[in-house]
C-alpha cells in the first residue's frame, strides 16, 4: 500500500485499533499469516474473520481504495475468483449526512439509533439495493453478502485493479444513451433513484457501463426521490456536456421518466 493511501486510511480509525499482540491470533486466517491492513477495527477483523470460515471468502488480499466512508478491499473466494469488499468504517461519523437517505425511506422504516447500527444499516441498503437492480437485471457488481459493516460483491476489474470509471475512460455518444437508459430503469424496473449518480460511480466495461455505490439510493415512495432523480439526471449530463458529447434537455428526460 502506498504511504498517501496509508495515511488517508490512518486518518479514518479511531483509537480503537487492536494491539499487535491481540492481533496475533487471527494473522492465520489470512493468506500466509499477513496483517491485512493496519486500520481495521477489532470488530471488522472479526467480521471478515466469520467470513472466512462462512467461506464467502478464502483471504483478503489489501485495500484497492479509500473513499470518504469505506475502504475497498480485495479478497479472493474458495474458487480463486476476485470478491470486492466494501468496509464502512464505524469510525467516520460522517454519517449524519446520510440520516436523509434512509429516513423517509419505508423499507427501513423502524431505524435504531447510533453510528454503528447506523453504518450497518446503510451497508445492508447498499446490499439490498444492489439485489433489487440485480434482479431487475440492471448491470450492477452482483451483491454476494452482507455482515455488519462489509458488504462483499462481484470485483469488476482485474487482479485487484478496479475498472476504469466514466471520469477515467474514453466516452462516446453510446456511453451516454446507456447512462441514461439505467437511470430510465433504475426508475421503471428496479424502483430506485440512484441519488449519487455521476461519472464516479460508473465503471465502463467492455461489456458495456456498470453502475456502483448505491448505498443512497432510495425507493421510490421516498419523499426526495423526484429531486435526487432531477439531480442525478443534471450531474450526468453535465459530465457528458462537458466533453462534448451531445445531450439531451435534462428536464425532458425527468419528465419523460416520471410522466
Ligand atoms: N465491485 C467493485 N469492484 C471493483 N472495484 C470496486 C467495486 N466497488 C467499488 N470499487 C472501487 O472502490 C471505489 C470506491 O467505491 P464506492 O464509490 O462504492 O465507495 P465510496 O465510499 O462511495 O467512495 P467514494 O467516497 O470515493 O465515492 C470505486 O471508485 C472503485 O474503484
Ligand atoms: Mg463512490
Redesign the pocket.
Known amino acids: 500500500m502506498t504511504d498517501i493511501l496509508s495515511k488517508k486510511l490512518e486518518s479514518k480509525i479511531d483509537n480503537k485499533l487492536i494491539s499487535k499482540s491481540k492481533r496475533k491470533h487471527l494473522e492465520d486466517g489470512f493468506k500466509k499469516g499477513k496483517v491485512v491492513n493496519e486500520v481495521l477495527d477489532k470488530p471488522t477483523v472479526m467480521t471478515l474473520y466469520k467470513m472466512i470460515t462462512d467461506h464467502i471468502i478464502a483471504y483478503v488480499n489489501g485495500s484497492?481504495?479509500a473513499?470518504?466512508?469505506?475502504v475497498?478491499f480485495w479478497g479472493v473466494d474458495d474458487n480463486n475468483v476476485n470478491v470486492?469488499l466494501?468496509i464502512y468504517l464505524v469510525s467516520t461519523s460522517n454519517f449524519k449526512k446520510r440520516e436523509p437517505y434512509i429516513l423517509g425511506d419505508p423499507r427501513f422504516s423502524n431505524l435504531k439509533k447510533g453510528t454503528k447500527n447506523l453504518v450497518y444499516l446503510w451497508a445492508k441498503k447498499e446490499f439490498r439495493n444492489l439485489s433489487q437492480c440485480h434482479d431487475a437485471g440492471i448491470p450492477v457488481?452482483n451483491p454476494r453478502y452482507i455482515t455488519n459493516n462489509v458488504l462483499a460483491?462481484?470485483?469488476?476489474?482485474e487482479n485487484g485493479t478496479?475498472?476504469k470509471?466514466l471520469l477515467d475512460s474514453q466516452i462516446t455518444k453510446n456511453d451516454y444513451d446507456q447512462a441514461i437508459s439505467i437511470i430510465q430503469d433504475l426508475y421503471h424496473k428496479a424502483k430506485l433513484v440512484h441519488g449519487?449518480y455521476s461519472e464516479?460511480?460508473i465503471f465502463k466495461t467492455d461489456n458495456g457501463l456498470v453502475v456502483?455505490?448505491l448505498?443512497s439510493a432510495v425507493d421510490l415512495r421516498h419523499p426526495n426521490a423526484q429531486e435526487f432523480l432531477k439531480r442525478d439526471i443534471n450531474n450526468i449530463t453535465r459530465f457528458f456536456n462537458k466533453r462534448g458529447i451531445p445531450v439531451e434537455d435534462p428536464n425532458t428526460i425527468f419528465e419523460d421518466i416520471v410522466k
Open positions: 484497492v481504495s473513499g470518504k466512508e469505506s475497498l470486492a466494501k457488481p460483491m462481484d470485483f469488476v476489474g478496479p475498472c470509471t449519487d464516479y460511480n456502483f455505490d448505498g
